[in-house]
């Protein structure tokens, strides 16, 4: 090979990588931009472990001033249309308290690959977002899965308008807005869109009706001083308290319809993983419920504390409160007082506390 040919390959190399390195920085830079623009600025309460718990409210929380949820996104109207098999029947199809809900209408029906293209469309802004199709032989509205079959020309396309992660911004809100154009400009349809700044409103105070109701309710089992618990022992203590380990490392007490009641964690950092339970050695556990999530929140704080006994029993460990205060009967009374005053403030919202909405409001 000539030296003219080295030099042109070594050029050619330069040149590539060159362009590599180029799109690559694009690529990091476009990322950053989109981060800025949808990343809301709360942090999520259900990534509060042991080492930080103090942040989310625990063993007293305390009630702020009631924050109403008003301008809420109304329903928009709807006339019948064709539909066919789909997901789960809504009759009144999405949440206007808590969703941003578009209204799409074809002149013919949408075949599945155009309702996939649209669900992938509006799945990139940050908040939780559903497509639904009008079923008028069944009289409502079917959640459409990524595999849903059937077609439909009626649709309505919902953005949720706060969770733990935040309120919903207007960048969200306007791109969601846009791709619904977007995807309607190709397919021949028209789309009906809610007032945006009356929804971000109403997303501003569903975050802060979250901010004054999210609360997280803690005990714990802790060893002896100067002890630790063994992990097979825990295992087999808080199994037979009815609990169940997950893949999370983290075991979950579910009622019979698989809903978590609440939980037990390690106080300690390390997850209960199956592969390293035997070698596992912590000094306590921390049982948590939150409060918005179940429905009776008095009775499974009493089943908490009933399974906590136990497994203190069981351990020989003892059953305290974040300022490690054995838990008695009048320390209890209290709290449940407090967490029937929370859970009023949700139902006076129309957000019972373990309720479908409330589920997904606070997820």
Known sequence: MSDLQIALAVLGAVVVAAVYAYNAWQERALRRRMEHAFEGQHEDVLLKRAADAPAVPRIEPRIGAGSGVEGAAPAAAVSGRVGMEGGALLTDGADPLIEFIAVIDGADIFNEAA?????????IFGKPARLLGED????GW???GRDARGAYSLLQAALQLANRSGSLHAP????FCDALRGWCAKHGADVSLPDTAQALKAAQALDAFCGETDVAIGVNVVAQPGGAFEGGEVVAAVVAAGFELEPDGVFYRRDAAGETLFTLENHQPQPFLAEAIDSLQTPGLT???DVPRVADAEAVLEDMAAAGAQIAETLGGLLVDDN???LQAPGLARIKAQLGEIQAVMAAQDIPAGSARALRLFA
């Not at 969200?172 to 791109?175: V, Y």
């Open 287 to 289: 049982l948590l419920l």
């Open 172 to 175: 969200q809100l306007n791109g």
């Open 115 to 123: 309702l996939r293209e649209l669900q992938q469309a509006i799945a």
């Open 324 to 326: 490690r205060v054995p």
């Open 136 to 139: 008028a032989a069944a009289g």
């Open 142 to 144: 079917r959640v459409l």
